[in-house]
C-alpha cells in the first residue's frame, strides 16, 4: 500500500528517475479502506511504503499519523501482518513504537542510518550520530524485544577518510544490525 505520493524527476548526475518532491499523504481512511478490500481478497500482510513512511500525515497536520494509521489498520479482519518501510531515525517516537507493539505489527525496522561519522552525516544532509543511533537502536530493542533493525550504509563518500570508516566500522559492530 503506497501511503504517499511523490513528484519525480531525473537525477542530473546520472538521469535515473527519482522519487522526490513534495510530500503527500493519502488520507487514513483511503489507506484502511484499501487495505480491508485486500484482506477480503485473502492478503495477509500489507506493507507501508514510501520514501519516508514514518513522515505519513505530517503534510495534513498530523503529528505521529503513522502510530495513529498503524492502530487503525490493525482491527482489519484478515491482515495477520502490517509492516512499514523506511523509516528516518529521527521520526522513531516513543508513540510510533507503542503502536509497534501491537500484534500484526511486524516489528522489522528499515533505518538508512548511513554513516556514523557527524562531519560524512552533515555533508549528506542526515540525522543522527553514532552515539544517538545507537540509543535509538537500544531504545527500539527494549521497547520491543525481538525487533529486526536493517539499514543501510554509503562508503567512500567524498571526504571519508580512515578515521571516519574506522568510526563507521565500529558503529556497525556496536550496532549489532540484523541485515544490512
Not at 500484534?103 to 522489522?108: A, D, E, G, I, T
Not at 538508512?112 to 555533508?123: E, I, K, N, Y
Amino acid at each position: 500500500v503506497k501511503i504517499s505520493e511523490g513528484c519525480s524527476h531525473r537525477c542530473a548526475f546520472c538521469s535515473i528517475p527519482l522519487i522526490k518532491g513534495r510530500y503527500i499523504s493519502r488520507s487514513a481512511a483511503s489507506i484502511v479502506r484499501e487495505a480491508r478490500a485486500l484482506a477480503a481478497l485473502g492478503v495477509k500482510e500489507i506493507d507501508l511504503v514510501s520514501h519516508d513512511t514514518t513522515w505519513f500525515g505530517r503534510d495534513r497536520g498530523i503529528r505521529n499519523g503513522l502510530a495513529a494509521l498503524l492502530e487503525r489498520l490493525s482491527p482489519v479482519p484478515g491482515l495477520e501482518w502490517i509492516r512499514f518501510l523506511y523509516g528516518y531515525p529521527e521520526e522513531i517516537t516513543a508513540t510510533l513504537l507503542d503502536a509497534m507493539a501491537g500484534p500484526k505489527v511486524c516489528r522489522y525496522f528499515d533505518i538508512p542510518f548511513q554513516h556514523a561519522d557527524p562531519v560524512l552525516l552533515r555533508a549528506m544532509g542526515r540525522g543522527p550520530d553514532a552515539r544517538r543511533a545507537l540509543r535509538l537502536i537500544e531504545r527500539i530493542r527494549t521497547r520491543l524485544p525481538g525487533a529486526a533493525v536493517r539499514t543501510s550504509i554509503i562508503v567512500g563518500f567524498p571526504g571519508e577518510g580512515k578515521k571516519a570508516f574506522t568510526a563507521l566500522r565500529r558503529f556497525v559492530e556496536e550496532a549489532r544490525f540484523d541485515h544490512l
